[in-house]
Nanobody
């Protein structure tokens, strides 16, 4: 199993970014997928989850209305569209595979910094 995130960058408050997560080594379309972030000096925070077909999505209150999770099962890729970014969104963003007992595989993360 391999999960590789990309798209992180330094962006000004109010800006937008789209993160991608390329998945390989498993049947991507058979698993729910999540994004989790970890801000400097803090513990991991769940951000969003999408079901296998992409028809059901779930968001943390802190990002609801600003972030959109999506997936392309034909490309084995997970996305996170982030709009209206705030300094408190600064974190290392991970994608994770959701298994029965929790998130069993994580990528190495991509860094998002929101600062003027």
């Amino acid at each position: 199993v391999q999960l590789v995130e990309s798209g992180g960058a330094l962006v000004q408050p109010g800006g937008s970014l789209r993160l991608s997560c390329a998945a390989s080594g498993f049947t991507f379309s058979s698993y729910d997928m999540s994004w989790v972030r970890q801000a400097p000096g803090k513990g991991p925070e769940w951000v969003s989850t999408i079901n296998t077909g992409g028809g059901r999505t779930y968001y943390a209150d802190s990002v609801k209305g600003r972030f959109t999770i999506s997936r392309d099962n034909a490309k084995n890729t997970l996305y996170l569209q982030m709009n209206s970014l705030k300094p408190e969104d600064t974190a290392l963003y991970y994608c994770a595979r959701v298994a029965f007992a929790g998130m069993d595989y994580w990528g190495k993360g991509t860094l998002v910094s929101v600062s003027s």
